[in-house]
C-alpha cells in the first residue's frame, strides 16, 4: 500500500533544490534526497547495525548508530512522508545485520516503513540480508528517468545516483579547514552522502571521486547543523 502524498511545504535552509540529468530533486540536511515527482525518498549507506558488527570483531564500539540513525530517519519520513523509500545499498554493515536488531529499533524500522513502498538496493555490504524485512530487493532501478544503483559507473553516467562512496567535502580557505558530509552533483549525476551515523566518509579530491564530475559545474551540497549549504566544487578540490 502506499501513502498517501503530503503536502509539500516552503523550502527551508534544512533544504536546496537541484537538477540532476533535468529531474528536480530536493536535498535535505540529514543527508536524504527527495524526488518530489515521485514524492520518493532516497537514502544511502544507512549502515545499521555497525556498531555490533565491530563488537563481534572484537572492537569496542557503542552499539548506539542504529538508535541514531533510525532517529534521523524517522524525523525526514513525518517531514516529508514519502509513498516510496528507497535505500541505495548498505542499509546494513553485513549481511546478518537484520538478526541483530534490537526488539526496539526493529520496531521503529517496522514503523517507518508501514503504508509505504520500500525498495532494498543491493550494496557491496549487504548483497543479501537475512531476516524478514518488508520490501523488495533490486540490483538498480529506474525512477522518474533516473538509475539509481549503489556504486557508481565508471566514465559517463548521465541521470546517475549512487552512493557507495561517502562524499565529505573540505573548504581549506576559511580560517580553519571545515569538512562535512555532502552530496556532490554536477547536475549530470549525484554521489550521495553516507546516512548512518558511524558512516565515514571520502573527500572529494579522492581519486574514486573526482573523475566522476565536471569540476566546472560541480556542486557540493555540504550538510551541517541541520542546514544545506552549496558549495562551488572549485572550492573543495
Not at 524478514?132 to 540490483?139: I, M, S, V
Not at 552530496?183 to 551515523?197: H, K
Not at 552549496?230 to 572550492?235: D, H
Request: aromatic content about 4%; charged content about 20%.
Amino acid at each position: 500500500m502506499s501513502a498517501v502524498p503530503g503536502p509539500r511545504t516552503p523550502l527551508q535552509r534544512q533544504e536546496a533544490e537541484l537538477t540532476i540529468a533535468d529531474v528536480a530533486v530536493v536535498i535535505v540536511a540529514e543527508g536524504a534526497l527527495l524526488v518530489p515527482s515521485e514524492n520518493a525518498l532516497i537514502v544511502s549507506d544507512l549502515h545499521f547495525e555497525k556498531g555490533s558488527a565491530q563488537a563481534v570483531r572484537g572492537f569496542p564500539v557503542p552499539p548506539y548508530d542504529t538508535a541514531a540513525t533510525l532517529g534521523a530517519l524517522t524525523r525526514v519520513v513525518e517531514r516529508t512522508r514519502p509513498r516510496l523509500i528507497v535505500s541505495l545499498g548498505d542499509a546494513f554493515h553485513d549481511v546478518d545485520g537484520p538478526c541483530r536488531l534490537t526488539d526496539g529499533d526493529r520496531a521503529t524500522l517496522l514503523g517507518v516503513i508501514a503504508g509505504r513502498d520500500m525498495i532494498w538496493i543491493s550494496g557491496n555490504h549487504d548483497p543479501v540480508m537475512t531476516g524478514d524485512l518488508p520490501g523488495a530487493r533490486a540490483e538498480t532501478m529506474s525512477l522518474a528517468g533516473l538509475t539509481l544503483r549503489h556504486e557508481p559507473s565508471r566514465g559517463q553516467a548521465r541521470g546517475e545516483i549512487a552512493g557507495h562512496l561517502h562524499p565529505a567535502a573540505v573548504l581549506r580557505n576559511a580560517p580553519r579547514a571545515v569538512r562535512r558530509r555532502c552530496l556532490a552533483s554536477d547536475g549530470e549525476r549525484a554521489v550521495m552522502p553516507a546516512f548512518g551515523a558511524y558512516a565515514g566518509g571520502l573527500d572529494l579530491a579522492h581519486p574514486a571521486l573526482r573523475p566522476l564530475f565536471n569540476r566546472e559545474t560541480l556542486v557540493a551540497y555540504m550538510l551541517s547543523d541541520g542546514q544545506v549549504f552549496p558549495v562551488s566544487g572549485k572550492r573543495c578540490l
